[in-house]
């Protein structure tokens, strides 16, 4: 048996925690693109603004 990838999986479980949590996978990676961004300036010698929008729950 093999799954499909590109197949639109119905998925009850992981639409009732994002309604509940958030989805914390699109937030995880937007926060990792942010810092991969800012990894890539400061290696290249740009100012990097100290900014925090981190809110532990």
Do not use: I
């Not at 590109?6 to 509940?20: F, G, Q």
């Amino acid at each position: 048996m093999t799954s499909n990838a590109t197949h639109n999986d119905h998925l009850p479980v992981y639409e009732s925690l994002v309604r509940e949590r958030g989805d914390v996978v699109a937030e995880t990676r937007e926060v990792a693109e942010l810092a991969q961004h800012q990894a890539w300036q400061g290696l290249h010698g740009h100012v990097v603004a100290a900014t925090s929008d981190f809110d532990p729950k």
